[in-house]
Each structure stands twice: as C-alpha cells, then as structure tokens.
C-alpha cells in the first residue's frame, strides 16, 4: 500500500508526520484526496467552535480573545498550502509579503 509505504520513509528520514500520511496510515486509506477532505473538514469544525467559544464568553476579555484568535489564523495561514514554514510555498511567500511589506 503507497500510504503505508510512505509513512515510513517518513519514519526512516526521522520527517514530522504530516497530518494526511497520519489519516491515511491510520485508516489504511491509499486515497489522498479522501484524506484531504477529512482534513479540511476538522478545520472548519475547529473554526466553528472557535467561533462559538468567541462570542458565548462574554465575561472572557475580548483583547485575550483576539490575541488567542490569531494563533489559529497564523497558523492556517501558514499551512494551508502545505508546510509554509519548512518549505517556502509562493503562496505564503507572498501572503507574509502582502501583509508586512505591501501593507492594504
């Protein structure tokens, strides 16, 4: 099975696991895309509650809610494309670009 198989070499080259190769060896699944659409729907499940925990906890400071709400951001802003900060993808290139050196 290719899943499997790549899972360890992953393992061999002492790689992080990446969050698809952990579905797929997980569920023995050699379908990368079926793994990719689990992905992005644990992603907009976390948003959701994020979003929910955001607005039902009034008593909750609203600058330690923003401040919280940008480690997610940051981080699906990094990663969305794949692995932003080990590889440098284009797209985060110039997404980091547009927001500290082009500035809207």
């Given at each position: 099975m290719a899943s499997?198989?790549?899972?360890?070499?992953?393992?061999?080259r002492e790689d992080v696991f990446k969050s698809i190769q952990?579905?797929?060896?997980?569920?023995?699944?050699?379908?990368?895309?079926?793994?990719?659409?689990?992905?992005?729907?644990?992603?907009s499940n976390a948003w959701?509650?994020?979003n929910?925990?955001?607005?039902a906890n009034s008593h909750v400071s609203q600058a330690?809610?923003?401040?919280?709400?940008?480690l997610p951001r940051m981080a699906q802003c990094m990663y969305q494309y794949g692995d932003g900060y080990g590889v440098v993808?284009?797209?985060?290139?110039?997404?980091?670009k547009s927001s500290?050196?082009?500035p809207l």
């Open positions: 499997l198989t790549k899972f360890k070499q992953t393992k061999e952990c579905y797929m060896y997980e569920t023995k699944s050699s379908e990368e895309e079926e793994a990719h659409e689990y992905i992005r729907n644990l992603i959701k509650k994020i929910e925990y955001q607005f330690f809610i923003e401040v919280a709400m940008n993808h284009l797209e985060t290139k110039d997404r980091v500290l050196i082009k």
